[in-house]
């Protein structure tokens, strides 16, 4: 094949038409067509071409139900789920591991799990697997790499290390499944509903990073990964039980806890962690009360209470609802931070700053907490 006038190489010189020129010649003898290379090069993907392959289906949702026992909608359902396209009817998008899982979902449905639950764990799983295999495939990539290099590196690594990753994804879902079991609580209602409460009471917590959004547009793109990846980092390890990190959203972290007290001393560690660490100045929010809990997240008043408090608090400072600094109690040493009206929230609330207690004596920080107190004349 004359790859130059196939209109293969245009543009390239040097090192890189040579490592063209091998990746092509490669492919070819793998079976890749003149059509299928001139569509990679038209994209710009020819070094991920030999990856593809590796990953590849070989079966049709059709041919998954024969092996499985699952309907293929329901197959072709639970891939659209999982934040993937949407296979045609002769198209081999399902590999022996896709055969593998729906057996697997099968199980779960001889066993009385509904396909509501089962719809509801697949979206979970699919959000948490495409952030998982973006980050995995950015760190393949090393500087001044060639096509060919890239080709060469990604597809072995994935032979090697995609059956590798398995035990790990399984002995992380048992570590936090265990955790989670180890804080359930499980009431009476909930076994004879044979349904989890939906809704729960709940200390929240956001913690974000202030002046992100101009931050964005002083930074190099890898710099303000490497910020964010550092403050995710810090977010986990504050995450102690009965705390827990539900999850980051950029420069946001979100925790929760049905303990106020130390969702409270999380957020003051985090909020130190992350001057120690030089990052730019945190800020936190806390409120207590009904949440909803549906697919891993959590949802109501408190979370958008929460939320609110932290886009008014101050850089460095930890600012608490009503709920939180009374059921916080004398843990903390505490100011009153006024009343303030919150977008969405209706009436003024009265917020506190919390920090650590100091060698102040007892007989005035009560005397201090008195005054900062709010009138109830504030209140009208």
């Not at 920090?355 to 005054?371: G, H, V």
Request: glycine residues 8%; aromatic residues 4%.
């Amino acid at each position: 094949m004359d790859f130059e006038a196939a209109g293969l190489l245009d543009g390239l010189d040097g090192h890189e038409r040579a490592a063209r020129v091998a990746l092509l010649e490669r492919l070819i003898s793998e079976g890749f067509s003149e059509q299928e290379l001139k569509a990679a090069v038209a994209e710009d993907r020819l070094a991920l071409v030999p990856l593809e392959r590796v990953l590849g289906g070989k079966y049709t949702a059709a041919e998954v139900e024969e092996r499985s026992g699952v309907p293929a909608s329901l197959v072709i359902r639970i891939r659209r789920l999982q934040g993937l396209p949407e296979p045609g009817a002769e198209e081999r998008a399902f590999s022996d591991e896709d055969i593998a899982a729906a057996k697997s979902t099968r199980l779960f449905l001889d066993a009385g799990l509904d396909e509501d639950a089962i719809v509801t764990i697949t979206r979970v799983l699919g959000e948490a697997m495409s952030r998982l295999a973006a980050t995995t495939a950015a760190a393949f990539l090393e500087p001044g790499d060639s096509e060919d290099d890239v080709a060469r590196r990604w597809a072995a690594l994935a032979e090697k290390l995609v059956p590798a990753l398995s035990p790990v994804l399984l002995a992380t879902f048992k570590a936090h499944l265990r955790e989670q079991v180890r804080r359930a609580v499980l009431s009476r209602a909930e076994r004879e509903s044979g349904r989890l409460a939906v809704e729960q009471e709940q200390a929240v917590c956001f913690v974000d990073l202030v002046g992100f959004t101009r931050l964005g547009g002083e930074l190099e793109a890898q710099e303000l990964g490497g910020v964010v990846g550092t403050f995710s980092e810090l977010a986990a390890d504050v995450a102690e039980g009965p705390v827990r990190l539900v999850k980051t959203i950029g420069d946001a972290a979100m925790l929760v806890s049905r303990a106020p007290g130390p969702l409270v001393e999380a957020a003051l560690r985090l909020v130190d962690a992350a001057q120690e660490a030089d990052l730019p100045a945190t800020r936190a929010g806390v409120a207590c009360g009904l949440t909803t809990f549906r697919a891993g997240d959590f949802y109501g008043h408190a979370v958008n209470l929460a939320s609110r408090i932290t886009g008014i608090a101050r850089p460095g400072s930890v600012l608490c609802d009503q709920s939180a600094h009374d059921a916080a109690g004398e843990a903390f040493d505490w100011s009153f931070a006024g009343r303030h009206r919150l977008k969405g929230i209706g009436d003024a609330v009265p917020l506190y700053r919390a920090r650590r207690l100091s060698d102040e004596p007892a007989d005035a920080r009560s005397r201090r907490r008195t005054a900062d107190r709010p009138r109830r004349r504030a209140a009208s």
